[in-house]
């Protein structure tokens, strides 16, 4: 039941965010479960993900418990270079223009636009983007992903694959 209900939730989330497979000329934005499934990421990935948001891992069990492992990360968040931010907002942008527009009045563009990262796995970057005149939801719900379980709310993970 708990893997029907997570399916589900993931299908869910990249319906909300719309950007799995957005491709843009500079990269391809993915959610976390989808850069997973297509070996962007690693579970290791995943558990580094966890741990730079959060500061804990936690793993489901084969019971499917929550169980909080003890886990050291391999490498220090490194920052994110400024032309690579600038970079995934320009595709973002590029990607959900839609979410800038309201009746055809213009409300922002790439400056509006700030990014959470979560750290770069070879040419893959996870991130959670946020843009400054969208209110989102105070829900919080469990993104799992290679059985890390990740809690949080709105703007979801990102994985944005550059283009080489």
Known sequence: MTKKLSFLLALLIGCFSGLAGCNTKGGEFYSLGSAYEQNYLSKE??????????????????????????????????????????????????CHKEQFYRQNKKLGDEENIALEFYGQYSNSYVVRVNIDFISYGQGI????????????????????????
Request: glycine letters at 2%.
């Open 45 to 94: 990935d995943i558990r580094h993900v966890s741990y730079f948001f959060s500061g804990n891992v936690y793993e489901l069990t084969s019971s499917e418990e929550e169980t909080k492992i003890n886990f050291k990360p391999q490498k220090e968040l490194e920052k994110l270079s400024a032309s690579m931010e600038k970079r995934i907002k320009r595709a973002y942008y590029n």
């Open 141 to 164: 719900y469990d993104e799992i992903v290679a059985d890390v379980v990740i809690s949080h709310s709105d703007p979801p993970f990102l994985v944005f694959v550059a283009n080489s």
